[in-house]
């Protein structure tokens, strides 16, 4: 069921990737020169820019001591809004999309930019053909279309790559507590309590959620991933 998934939702953003590639990833609501179109905009890449350097240096002050950023993984690339500003403050990124035509995209922008220091790698492929783990897993507007019957086991195995002591940041869109679950209906969002049991379980834990914005679900947030430093988190 899972891969069944999957190869349905990478051919629905294959599709996109090759319509609208920059309206796919992050729609013109407010923002402007951010269309639905083939063409990268200044606008575009600067959203970007201004949401990894705000998140850098909240990170600090949240986790209690600085982040290391030896090597990062942005999950869910599309054509590299994030993966060009992380690039450039981190000693090397690896970016994962589940669009082919996403990911040469992103690779067209890095290499226009002089950015040597970035892999590009399918979704499907990230744990077969990237070895290690990450300093700083960084995955923004990706979550909210992943339905959390495949983002519950996606969030599992992006704690298992952080390293010890890594940091993830992953924003979700938390479901509201009051929520009742009807026969014949989807429920949208993600359970904040079954999320913290599997990154629990993961070895990790969440040090905060940063509230983004509301929905009609619930809260879109950021969650702050910490990977146990020693093996062992202190009671």
């Known amino acids: 069921m899972l891969t069944a998934t999957m190869k349905r939702d990478a051919t629905d953003w294959e599709e996109l990737a090759r319509l609208e590639p920059y309206f796919a990833v992050l729609t013109n609501e407010g923002v402007l020169d951010v269309a639905g179109n083939a063409c990268a905009t200044a606008a575009f890449f600067e959203t970007g820019e201004n949401d990894i350097a705000m998140l850098l240096e909240a990170l600090p002050s949240v986790l209690g001591h600085e982040l290391r950023l030896a090597r990062v993984l942005d999950f869910g690339c599309g054509a590299g809004r994030l993966t060009l500003p992380l690039a450039r403050r981190s000693g090397s990124v690896v970016a994962c999309d589940i669009a082919p035509t996403m990911l040469a995209h992103a690779r067209r922008h890095a290499l226009e930019g002089g950015l040597r220091n970035t892999a590009f790698v399918l979704t499907g492929e990230l744990c077969r053909s990237v070895a290690g783990t990450f300093d700083f897993i960084c995955s923004l507007l990706v979550f909210q279309h992943i339905p959390p019957s495949i983002g519950y086991e996606l969030l599992r195995t992006l704690t ?12 979700i869109a938390l479901r509201r507590r009051a929520s009742r679950r009807m026969r014949g209906i989807q429920e949208d969002g993600y359970d904040e309590q079954t999320v913290l049991g599997l990154i ?22 950021i969650a702050i991933i910490e990977r146990c430093p020693l093996g062992v988190w202190p009671a």
């Open 160 to 171: 298992n790559l952080l390293a010890p002591g890594g940091v993830g940041a992953i924003q």
């Open 200 to 221: 629990e379980a993961a070895g990790g834990r969440l040090v905060a959620l940063l509230p983004t914005h509301q929905n009609g679900a619930g809260a879109c947030a």
